[in-house]
Antibody
């Protein structure tokens, strides 16, 4: 069974840092590109970041560029999101999402339960 | 900035058809020239992939869900809506390798 489990969320003051982890099981992580998607309380989904299989191609949403860094360790079946200079508007549930390639396009076919990040003084 | 606009809410009676639209703005191309995915999110749960490549259903997704995409609008249709279909629905595309989600639509089954 495909499973993604995020961890590392919590409460942090503005300007602080957090490192999120996503543990993958039930599939070979090194066969899939991965993404982070977030959802502020009561709001919609917002794509955050993409990392390809070999960590050679990485993309970020403008809202987090320069502050967040995505990485992965295929040997440890894990994906990470280092979040620095956190702001109140970064408060959200952060989801790890597996991206499956359907030849002409790709989509997020598996999601973790999410981990809540709260940025507040 | 890239935008996908959805109606905030859609309602339908059980057994009726519900349609959710997704309109593209500032995408650099017509939405119909891109491939749209749809996600369903029930309260307190993670999103689930409902449709990819405009109209293809992943394994396990009921046939009452269908999709289309033409011009500047993509549409998700639920035929024979059931109470279990209540939830939030999001369209999504890739624009210049960046993920873009729609604003979301809350579906209520009356």
């Amino acid at each position: 069974e495909v499973q993604l489990v995020e961890s590392g969320g919590g409460s942090v003051q503005p300007g602080g840092s957090l490192r999120l982890s996503c543990a993958a099981s039930g599939f070979a992580l090194d066969n899939y590109e991965m993404n982070w998607v977030r959802q502020a309380p009561g709001k919609g989904l917002e794509w955050v970041s993409f990392i390809n299989i070999y960590s050679t191609t990485i993309y970020y949403a403008d809202s987090v560029k320069g502050r967040f860094a995505v990485s992965r360790d295929n040997a440890r079946n894990s994906v990470f999101l280092q979040m620095n200079s956190l702001r109140a508007e970064d408060t959200a549930v952060y989801y790890c999402a597996r991206e499956t390639n359907y030849r002409v396009t790709s989509a997020f076919d598996s999601w973790g339960p999410g981990t809540l990040v709260t940025v507040s003084s | 900035s890239y935008e996908l606009t959805q109606p905030p809410s859609v309602s339908a009676s059980p057994g009726q058809t519900a349609s959710i639209t997704c309109s593209g703005h500032n995408l650099g191309a017509k939405l119909g020239d891109k491939y749209v995915s749809w996600y369903q999110q029930k309260p307190g749960q993670s999103p689930v992939l409902l449709m990819y490549q405009n109209s293809r259903r992943p394994s396990g997704i009921p046939e009452r869900f269908s999709g289309s995409n033409s011009g500047d609008t993509a549409t998700l249709t639920i035929s024979g809506t059931q109470a279990m279909d209540e939830g939030d629905y999001y369209c999504q595309v890739w624009v210049s390798s960046l993920g873009v989600f729609g604003t979301g639509t809350k579906v209520t089954v009356l």
